[in-house]
Nanobody, 115 residues
């Protein structure tokens, strides 16, 4: 079983940037496709970015394409999400997991974007 810890969230203004980190422990996550998910109040959790095990392939939801960048460092068992040009509609709790998810969810990190 892999445990994940998400960090890097915060309160920012529209147009600002944040970089989220996801540290995995317990077992290596390097063999897995990894994803960043988010859940806004009253909405379902959604996948916003995914990355292949070797980092060569990435995919994004239409809502974040061109603004968010997912990356990974397998030597550190860490996945990142660089978020630029943030919008109020990006406000959510952000989680990471394998894609598709197979592990227990972490606590997530809150991202709040004010207008």
């Amino acid at each position: 079983q892999v445990q994940v810890v998400e960090t890097g969230g915060g309160l920012v203004q529209a147009g600002d940037s944040l970089r989220l980190s996801c540290a995995a422990s317990g077992r290596t996550s390097s063999n897995y496709f990894m994803g960043w998910f988010r859940q806004a109040p009253g909405k379902e959790r959604e996948l916003v970015a995914a990355i292949s095990w070797n980092g060569l392939n990435t995919d994004y939801s239409d809502s974040v394409k061109g603004r968010f960048t997912i990356s990974r460092d397998n030597a550190k068992n860490t996945v990142y999400l660089q978020m630029n040009s943030l919008k109020p509609e990006d406000t959510a709790v952000y989680y990471c997991n394998a894609a598709p998810p197979v592990w227990s969810w972490g606590q997530g990190t809150q991202v709040t974007v004010s207008s």
